[in-house]
């Protein structure tokens, strides 16, 4: 059983930075895409950014790129999001999602995803 845990969200001040990580585990991860999506009140959960855990390649949401870094840790089975320069449109529950998926595309879909509990990231202004 795959488990997902998040955490690193909290309230910062818009400009400010934070990490968020995603503790994975429950079996290998090395046929995974894993990554993040948020969700802002009634709005749709987003695709944010995900990464190969095999070759490490990374994929973005074209206005994350430049702010956002996703990055793994192998020997920690764990997966971060560096966001930088935070503004108040950031602020969403992030949660992160792993599966076996073949494609960027799919992924992106929310095909065959497991999916963590969410952190909440609050952006004052």
């Known amino acids: 059983q795959v488990q997902l845990v998040e955490s690193g969200g909290g309230l910062v001040q818009a400009g400010d930075s934070l990490r968020l990580s995603c503790a994975a585990s429950?079996?290998?991860?090395?046929?995974?895409?894993m990554g993040w999506f948020r969700q802002a009140p009634g709005e749709e959960r987003d695709f944010v950014a995900a990464i190969s855990w095999g070759d490490g390649t990374t994929y973005y949401a074209s206005s994350m790129k430049g702010r956002f870094t996703i990055s793994r840790d192998n020997a920690k089975n764990t997966v971060y999001l560096q966001m930088n320069s935070l503004k108040s449109e950031d602020t969403a529950i992030y949660y992160c999602?792993?599966?076996?998926?073949?494609?960027?595309?799919?992924?992106?879909?929310?095909?065959?995803?497991?999916w963590g509990q969410g952190t909440q990231v609050t952006v004052s202004s």
């Open positions: 429950g079996r290998t991860f090395s046929s995974y895409r």
């Open positions: 999602a792993a599966g076996p998926v073949d494609s960027w595309a799919t992924y992106n879909a929310r095909r065959n995803l497991y």
